[in-house]
């Protein structure tokens, strides 16, 4: 048997340490909690796809009365970006979460499903994809969507 230790990489930010790109790229996600359909769990969250010929995709969350039919917005951002500009790398993805009246003092986590899709975006265009989780109090800043699931399962992996 042997064990192994898997580490991880992530920076905590404060607002006025993050650059001015970054910041408008979560401003663009904290904008977009205002649009979430979340009459379900009113739990609002914003995304936001930077892709590398400029461009700003937005989505957040679309719940369902038929629960699993919904997306969250980290997907419906990175789905929609696939749909309209399949040739361009997203270089950066920005996520924010607003409930009871204020945005959450600390990040949301992307959830796993979202965390696969991430991956396979990074993997697509052979590039690394920075992701920031905002938080009130912290801004996350992971350099690549790898540094949030170790042991990713990508195209490769289904050749055996
Ligand atoms: N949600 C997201 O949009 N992104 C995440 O990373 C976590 C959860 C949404 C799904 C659902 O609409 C609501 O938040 C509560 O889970």
Redesign the pocket.
Known sequence: MKEYNLTTKMRAYKWDELTEDQRALVSVAKEQTKHSY?PY?H?H?GAAAKLANGEVIRGC?Q?NAAYPS?L???RSALFAAGAQYPDQPVERLA?ACFTDGHFTKEP?S??GA?RQVMIETEHRYGGKMEVLLYGDEATYVFDSAADLLPLIFVSENLKG
Do not use: L
């Open positions: 979340c769990s739990f969250v969350n719940e919904g969250c917005a980290e996520i949301g992307p959830c979202c």
